[in-house]
């Protein structure tokens, strides 16, 4: 699970994230939780459906298990108040259709941390499955 802590309302304290919206991959929070939560917030798009993006209370983000805080390194990082409001943005216009490998919720909670759509957890099952990089022929060099 991974997402951003976008600080209290009223006394709660809330979470952005990105889940499945039922399309089979999985998702950062349960179906009960989504059902259990009453906090859970999210916008309708324009066909009146609700995104994948969400706002949910911290206890129903976390559904019992330990809160990690990541940190990142590097040029590209924004300010905490930049990362909140960037999500707060993406709860309203979205953020693509949820795919396990190439747009989850680490790819948000990054995107909206450095601008940047990546996973450290794809990258890392790639390395394992391919630890060798793959080099493919050059067009303009061909073998013979």
Do not use: W
Request: positive net charge; contains cysteine; charged residues 15%.
């Amino acid at each position: 699970m991974v997402g951003i802590y976008a600080g209290r309302l009223n006394v709660v304290k809330h979470v952005i994230h990105f889940i499945s919206t039922g399309n089979g991959s999985s998702s950062s929070v349960s179906a009960s939780s989504k059902q259990a939560c009453q906090e859970l917030f999210y916008m309708e798009t324009r066909n009146g459906k609700h995104g994948p993006v969400v706002m949910t209370c911290l206890d129903c983000f976390l559904s019992g298990d330990k809160l990690e805080v990541k940190t990142y390194d590097g040029n590209s990082i924004k300010p905490s108040n930049d990362v909140v409001e960037t999500a707060y943005s993406l709860l309203k216009l979205g953020f693509g259709q949820y795919e396990l490998v190439g747009n989850n919720c680490e790819h948000f909670a990054i995107f909206c941390k450095t601008g940047k759509r990546h996973s450290r957890q794809i990258r890392s099952i790639v390395e394992l499955m391919f630890p060798t990089p793959i080099m493919l022929p050059n067009p303009f060099f061909p073998f013979y």
